[in-house]
């Protein structure tokens, strides 16, 4: 009887040792990369007409106080209107392009 109740103890014992759960944490790591397109700032006089006619065009009263370009002829502007301060980007056609 002895030997019964003692096989009875290991063996609940070892199904205990089975049933114990772990838990792990998993780090999970979000990496975010931003692409930031490199513009070189040129003199506003040196834009291409397009560029000019359109920003004068969209936004009447408009001044472009400063502009930059990008290697895919994309220009941002920066334009003030009255008393806001907008910018906005184009290609070299004149096109407004939403970024």
């Known amino acids: 009887m002895k ?6 103890a290991v063996l ?3 199904f205990t040792t089975f049933a114990n759960t772990n838990t ?3 780090n999970q790591q979000v990496l975010e990369i931003a692409v930031q397109e490199e513009y070189t700032e040129v003199a506003v006089d040196a ?7 359109a920003v004068a ?3 009447p009263g408009a001044v472009i106080e400063k502009a930059y ?4 002829q994309e220009y941002k502007l920066e ?9 906005v980007y184009t290609d070299a056609a004149g096109t407004i392009i939403q970024k």
């Open 3 to 8: 030997k019964v109740v003692l096989s009875l």
């Open 12 to 14: 609940l014992g070892s």
């Open 24 to 26: 792990v944490e998993k």
């Open 47 to 53: 834009l291409p007409d397009a560029v000019k006619s």
């Open 57 to 59: 065009t969209a936004m």
């Open 69 to 72: 370009t990008n290697e895919n």
């Open 79 to 87: 334009v003030k209107v009255g008393e806001e301060s907008v910018t």
